[in-house]
RNA sequence: CGGCCCGUAGCUCAGCUGGCAGAGCACGUGACUCUUAAUCAUGGGGUCGAGGGUUCGAUUCCCUCCGGGCCGACCA
């Protein structure tokens, strides 16, 4: 047995787990337990002058014990809340045997162990609804102890925040923070309201590939993976635009994607290397009609959600009642700087960026200073939803041109709290604008931005065919999911965030074989791993003899093996030091 | 990639100027039939993130590494 290198809350808990077994009582059944309550629900619906509740079967995680003698009570978690449960000696043992109770209940049952109980509701002399226990079952032992945590009058005590603890182990913050579920029903909520909105419209849910021969739709390093049988590279999506757009053309007239993309950038408190973007593409609209139907989608999620569309982030305060402001990027610069850039070129708007300390860079061209000028200086200060519109042609590829603003493009990007929300064009469906703006990029590519689009010849074929005029629009669900339940970090809103991989201690340990040889015997090899002799080479490192003879004598007596020990002589032997 | 901070019992955290490793909860044993951060008594539990250095002596000081957080850089 391995048990030296269990805590000793674990062993015990290994221990009660041999015991259940001996009493007949399988620690992880197999079979359907039917339950018919919920916690919640008996909490908010019992009433003693009714008698409802009286035949209750529920199941749970037990969260507290409070043992006393011949009655005790607990807490059981469900999925929906919990329930303090109350479990009496001679309710549960009517018989002559009490054992259930007294060895089981008191003593086999721990913090974190799933439950099943059979019982009826009543109210304590404290008032407290409490589910009286006739009969329990245990459905699942749990041998590693869970934090406790502790709470009082809605205080938590010793609560777990540790982010390591809560992002790796994500599965211990759900049990032990009840607030954290609430996020991922609600980031759940959030998308199931904007998919009925979209099916109410008769919009098609639609999946496109993940693995793409071309990483195009957006400005992104990708993800690079390699297909065996094809011996080719396949990239993760960066994004999904041109594959809804070819379903477009081919002539749906709106589809729509929840859509996990992947960027291999950095990380940070908006960025995680996968994140989710909702996409949508409408035929026969343009980007005015998709500014309305933005603000329509976050109305509806916010009210949904909160009953309102006024809301709370961090300290300040949101409104997401429409219409939102809508302003140009020249507007929103000049609101900004003061500068009006309308008729400045590529010269004049280094000089601005100079004068404004704004980085820049050689290999930047018009769009892309207009674009840091924006991201430096204006994008912050747009807290409550702002809509900026009209882009630069050249950092917008994929955007029609304006149709009457020259160098701008039909395109807006939605700001909330300072940042990017939603991204959204009347799409180009001119192809051979199309192809140029992609020689473009590849210009730019060539310029050293690492950037810049692939050329994607199919979607170029497709648009070839025809795309009725069509308007498209991504929304960060992340992001939105941040806003709208208040979380300061992407981390909070992703279940699984990405984390570097715990060091998993590579345990290089020599065999029995090898410890045998060398003539140790079989029942000494286990004590002395836990010595830290867990390889032969590291034994035969050890060169007084006598100290390793007294370590291990000692380590026997201390921890009452009952070995026999061995000489002085048989552990220089083992040491080769004859 | 740079700056700052953190890593000690299952959990939350103390540990001062280097001198036997601490508390609360949890856990074990005993008492207790409506408790609720249950209570009372009592007991056990540690590779102080890892490795190296200085020192008679390192959880503490120094260096390297690992992991995490915040801020910045990059990145829509």
């Not at 009082?152 to 790796?168: H, N």
């Not at 957006?218 to 635009?241: G, Q, S, W």
């Not at 909330?416 to 009347?426: K, L, Q, T, V």
């Not at 199309?434 to 648009?463: C, H, N, P, T």
């Amino acid at each position: 047995m391995s048990n030296m290198n269990l805590s000793e809350q674990e062993q015990i808990r290994r221990e009660s787990l041999d015991e259940l077994r001996k009493l007949g009582i399988n620690p992880y059944p197999a079979a359907e337990y039917k339950t018919n309550a919920f916690a919640q629900d008996i909490l908010d619906n019992y009433a003693p002058e009714k008698n409802n509740f009286q035949d209750v079967c529920l199941a749970g995680r037990i969260m507290s014990r409070r043992i006393m003698g011949n009655a005790s009570f607990a807490e059981l978690m469900d999925s929906s809340g919990r329930i303090q449960i109350y479990a009496r000696r001679d309710d549960v043992c009517p018989g002559e045997d009490k054992t259930m109770y007294n060895t089981v209940f008191k003593r086999l049952l721990d913090i974190g162990d799933i439950l099943g109980v059979k019982g009826h509701v009543f109210k304590t002399q404290m008032g407290e609804t409490t589910v009286h226990v006739d009969e329990f079952t245990v459905l699942s032992k749990s041998v590693r102890p869970l934090p406790v945590v502790k709470e009082k009058d809605g205080i938590l005590y010793d609560a777990v925040t540790d982010p390591e603890m809560r992002y790796r182990q994500r599965y211990v913050d759900l049990i032990v923070n009840p607030h954290v579920r609430d996020v991922f029903r609600k980031r759940t909520q959030i998308i199931q309201s904007m998919r009925e909105l979209f099916n109410s419209r008769g919009y098609l849910e639609v999946e496109t590939p993940i693995l793409q021969p071309i990483p195009g739709g957006a400005a992104a390093r990708p993800f690079i993976t390699h297909h065996n049988t094809l011996d080719m590279p396949l990239y993760l999506r960066v994004a999904n635009e041109l594959y809804l757009k070819r379903l477009i053309v081919g002539g749906f007239e709106g589809v729509y994607e929840f859509a996990k993309d992947f960027r291999n950038e950095g990380m940070d408190r908006n960025h995680n290397p996968e994140f989710t973007v909702l996409e949508i593409y409408i035929a026969y609209k343009d980007y005015n009609w998709m500014m309305s139907f933005t603000e329509e989608i976050v109305k509806k999620t916010a009210l949904d959600l909160h009953g309102k569309t006024e809301i709370t982030y961090g300290d300040k305060v949101i409104n997401l009642n429409p219409p939102f402001k809508r302003i140009s990027m020249t507007d929103a610069i000049k609101e900004n700087t003061g500068v009006d850039i309308s008729d400045l070129d590529e010269d004049d708007l280094r000089k601005v960026c100079d004068r404004l300390s704004v980085p820049h860079a050689p290999e930047m061209g018009k769009g892309k200073l207009i674009d840091q000028l924006f991201g430096e200086k204006c994008e912050h200060n747009y807290i409550q939803p702002t809509f900026i519109i009209d882009y630069p042609t050249e950092t917008s590829p994929l955007t029609k041109m304006h149709r009457s603003k020259p160098g701008v493009t039909e395109r807006f990007e939605l700001m909330i709290n300072g940042r990017e929300i939603a991204n959204a064009y009347s799409e180009l469906n001119d192809p051979i604008d199309q192809m140029e703006r992609f020689q473009d990029q590849l210009r730019l590519s060539e310029k050293g931005d690492d950037e810049a689009m692939f050329i994607d010849l199919d979607f170029v074929r497709a648009l070839e065919y025809g795309m009725p005029p069509t308007s498209g629009m991504g929304i960060g669900i992340d992001r939105l999911t941040m806003i709208l339940t208040n979380q300061p970090s992407i981390q909070d809103v992703l279940l699984f965030p990405q984390m570097k991989p715990e060091s998993q201690k590579a345990k290089v340990e020599s065999k029995k074989e090898d410890y045998l040889e060398i003539g140790v015997p079989e029942e000494w090899i286990e004590p002395l791993k836990n010595l830290g002799f867990t390889t032969v080479t590291k034994l035969k490192e050890v060169e007084k003899h006598t100290k390793l003879h007294q370590d291990i004598c000692g380590y026997n007596k201390k921890n009452k093996l009952g070995l026999k020990n061995p000489t002085q002589n048989d552990v220089k032997a083992w040491l080769n030091l004859n």
